[in-house]
């Protein structure tokens, strides 16, 4: 985002926890499975590109379960190479198996497909990395990037989520939802934004409708004082937006004058995606 984005947006990258379970609770074997995955999505998704080691106890800690649960749910994703251990602190990452669940969703993601090409392009003309995000209702994914060339630079890692209003591919995505929504979004806190009141979130759905009329979103140095981030939407047939190009960077290469210039290519990159994938956007 943005810097969002990551490393301009993975500082903004979602702390929501999940809504864990325990076994213990359900009435009948239904729901007792279902309190099973359930949390076992929440032990995967406790591990982010933040904090991609963690121990049983911090899972534990997270998500609200004991630690014995954790633990077996652990060993069992271990078996599966799901996640697999540190060979140093012993604590838990995500494994490689975790590519193979996802491999047959990203070959089959359009958009990625036909955007890689249009990023590389974008990265060889900025000198800064592109990304791919899309929008899963209340986060912006990272499905795609192409790191810059640059030995410091940020990036937006795989399957990394942002959730701060901020970061710039949330406000691509935020501009084409309805306000009363943007509204329940930011006041439920699934959206985060510093300082809400009434008044912010007034000046937040006028920064929205600015960004659409100019092309572009901008984080500069908003989630992060070391980051900047500039992200422009991509829109399918129907004009709807199904995905948005990010370009993080770190602050002291981006300054006011040079920000417009690089929402600018942001965008041209946005609009080459859109035309390969015969999309339009909306008058």
């Keep these: 985002m943005t810097p969002a984005e990551p ?3 993975s500082r903004a990258e979602s702390r929501a926890e999940p809504r864990a379970t325990t ?10 499975g279902a309190s099973v995955l359930e949390n076992a999505i929440a032990v995967l998704r406790s591990f982010t590109a933040e904090e991609p080691l963690l121990g049983v106890t911090e899972i534990a800690g997270r998500i609200g379960l004991h630690k014995s649960t954790v633990s077996r749910i652990l060993a069992t994703f271990e078996q599966e190479h799901l996640v697999e251990r540190d060979p140093e602190s012993r604590r838990f990452r995500l494994g490689l198996g975790m590519i193979a669940l996802a491999g047959p969703l990203l070959a089959e ?23 791919l995000m899309v929008w899963n209702g209340n986060e912006s994914m990272c499905v795609e990037q192409i790191a810059s060339r640059h030995q410091v ?45 009434e008044e912010a979130l007034e000046a937040y759905l006028l920064r929205l409708q600015e960004s659409v009329e100019r092309g572009w979103s901008f984080n500069f140095g908003e989630t992060s004082i070391e980051e900047v981030g500039v992200a422009s939407p991509v829109f399918d047939h129907r004009g709807d937006i199904v995905a948005s190009v990010l370009i993080p960077a770190p602050k002291f290469r981006v300054s006011q004058d040079t920000l417009a210039s690089l929402g600018e290519a942001c965008q041209d990159a946005a609009r ?11 008058h």
């Design 272 to 282: 080459k995606i859109t035309t390969r994938l015969g999309g339009r956007a909306p």
């Design 153 to 197: 630079k940020h990036l937006a890692p795989l399957g990394a989520r942002y959730n701060e209003a901020l970061s710039s591919s949330v406000q691509v995505f935020l501009a084409a939802e309805d306000a009363d929504r943007v509204r329940m979004l930011l006041r439920s806190g699934s959206i985060t934004l510093p300082g809400l009141d």
């Design 23 to 32: 076994s213990d609770t359900p009435a009948n074997g239904d729901s007792k």
């Design 7 to 9: 490393r301009a947006e």
């Design 109 to 131: 993601l359009e958009e990625r497909r036909v955007a890689y090409p249009v990023l590389r392009e974008l990265s060889e003309r900025t000198g800064e990395t592109s990304a």
